[in-house]
């Protein structure tokens, strides 16, 4: 309980304290809108219908999976074996969807997939591997951001 309004409730007070609240709520989203480097926050806010438990529960969902399969695409990246690196950086794809196909994150995933589709020699992809983690290390940084945010 964050106030209170006696009776007999009258209209512009309890039309005040609901602008003031939502003011807030606006403002923290706005907030952390603003923060996110590789989550498309409108797109996961809008997906869970603003359930701030839902939506933690998504990512803590997420943190089981993403982990072991980065560390997987790393290790057959070193390997060099593109088909491998293709087939993984896909498969991440979906993992990674539910925060977003707009984030820069998603796109180097994809452009990682492309390269080792193509005709792209192992150095390249090496480097654009190295892009994605650099991007992951923001992906997390957002991710805790929204562990940590009161939803």
Request: net charge neutral.
């Given at each position: 309980?964050n106030d209170?309004?006696?009776?007999?409730?009258?209209?512009?007070?309890l039309?005040?304290?609901?602008?003031?609240?939502?003011?807030?709520?606006?403002?923290?989203?706005d907030?952390?809108?603003?923060?996110?480097?590789?989550?498309?926050?409108?797109?996961?806010?809008?997906?869970v219908?603003?359930?701030?438990?839902?939506?933690?529960?998504?990512?803590?969902?997420?943190?089981?999976?993403?982990?072991?399969?980065?560390?997987?695409?790393?290790?057959?990246?070193?390997?060099?074996?593109?088909?491998?690196?293709?087939?993984?950086?896909?498969?991440?794809?979906?993992?990674?969807?539910?925060?977003?196909?707009?984030?820069p994150f998603?796109?180097?995933?994809e452009?990682?997939?492309?390269?080792?589709?193509n005709?792209?020699?192992?150095?390249?992809?090496?480097?654009a591997?190295?892009r994605?983690?650099?991007?992951?290390?923001?992906?997390?940084?957002?991710?805790?951001?929204?562990?940590?945010?009161?939803?």
């Amino acid at each position: 309980m964050n106030d209170y309004i006696s009776k007999p409730i009258h209209e512009k007070e309890l039309q005040h304290l609901l602008s003031k609240y939502l003011a807030e709520r606006k403002a923290l989203l706005d907030s952390l809108q603003s923060a996110m480097h590789c989550v498309d926050f409108p797109f996961l806010y809008d997906m869970v219908m603003g359930n701030g438990a839902f939506l933690k529960n998504i990512i803590n969902q997420f943190l089981k999976q993403f982990p072991g399969e980065m560390e997987e695409l790393g290790m057959v990246v070193r390997k060099r074996n593109k088909s491998q690196i293709a087939k993984l950086s896909h498969h991440i794809q979906s993992t990674v969807s539910v925060l977003g196909r707009k984030s820069p994150f998603f796109k180097q995933l994809e452009y990682v997939e492309h390269m080792a589709n193509n005709n792209s020699t192992p150095d390249e992809i090496i480097t654009a591997y190295a892009r994605l983690e650099e991007l992951n290390q923001l992906l997390m940084q957002d991710i805790n951001r929204l562990l940590e945010a009161n939803l």
